[in-house]
């Protein structure tokens, strides 16, 4: 058994894991785990989105100068387990590199333009 999972699941994926490897059930063979674009560690994370959208020019040195201060205050709320500030600020916080509507680049691959609100993929392949 493989388990997956993406974003959240770096949280529970992991746990699930090690709880079937403890369970030492003969019936479960887990061969292994994967985890797309976990969302782990919150800390460690938000500090990282102003570098990475520096460095790939999808915001001026000054906008990350600020997303720096913002994420700053994310991670002071999230040592003081301030959960208003850590659910909303912050998400506000990263949502000022994608502007509200259409946003420059597609969040999912930075290499490639929006061309739809939401998921920035077209649907007409959808059924």
Same mark, same amino acid.
Do not use: R
């Given at each position: 058994m493989?388990?997956?999972?993406?974003?959240?699941?770096?949280?529970? /994926?992991?746990?699930? &894991?090690r709880r079937l490897q403890l369970?030492?059930?003969p019936w479960i063979n887990l061969a292994g785990l994967a985890i797309g674009n976990g969302w782990v560690?919150?800390?460690?994370q938000y500090p990282e989105y102003p570098k990475f959208a520096a460095e790939h020019n999808l915001v001026s040195s000054g906008h990350a100068l600020v997303l720096n201060f913002g994420y700053s /205050?994310?991670?002071? &709320?999230?040592?003081?387990?301030?959960?208003i500030i850590t659910s909303t600020y912050c998400s506000m916080v990263g949502m000022t590199v994608v502007s509200p509507g259409l946003p420059a680049f597609n969040i999912y691959d930075i290499r490639k333009p929006c061309v739809r609100m939401g998921l920035c993929y077209p649907d007409d392949h959808l059924w």
């Open positions: 493989y388990l997956t999972g993406e974003s959240f699941a770096g949280h529970y /994926i992991p746990n699930i &894991a369970a030492e059930d560690d919150p800390f460690y /205050i994310c991670q002071f &709320a999230l040592i003081f387990h301030v959960p």
